[in-house]
């Protein structure tokens, strides 16, 4: 099984959206966004990225935090409400970026580590299947 492109404009959208104080929003008409729960904490994220971690059709997030905050995996669950997992990933998450390492037909992820505090760069295989 390939892993799904995602059309530019729709990665652009969402990525608009997320990267708002970590506080999910909806388009609500040409001049108003409006939030979408309580969004998700108050923490600095160097980066994220989107992808189907879940297989169930919709974008996932992954927030790579900087400091001691750990970075993480929320699943999109299809009405733009993203459930925190556990557990939390590695420190000093600097960049991400997810494919199928293992060729098992669902998105691995790839942890880029800034700094001797947060450890090794790290690959984390996808398991939610298993």
């Not at 927030?63 to 001691?68: E, S």
């Amino acid at each position: 099984m390939r892993s799904r492109a995602i059309p530019m404009k729709r990665q652009l959208l969402a990525a608009s959206c997320l990267a708002l104080a970590l506080s999910l929003l909806t388009f609500a008409n040409a001049s108003l966004f409006a939030p979408l729960g309580d969004g998700y904490g108050s923490t600095t994220t160097f980066q994220f990225v989107l992808g189907d971690l879940d297989g169930d059709g919709d974008l996932d997030a992954v927030f790579t935090n900087q400091g001691i905050a750990r970075s993480r995996v929320l699943l999109n669950d299809g009405m733009g409400i993203f459930d925190d997992t556990d557990p939390k990933l590695t420190t000093q998450g600097h960049g991400a970026d997810l494919g199928d390492l293992d060729s098992d037909g669902d998105l691995d992820l790839f942890i880029l580590v800034y700094g001797m505090g947060g450890g090794p760069n790290v690959v984390w295989r996808n398991m939610i299947d298993e």
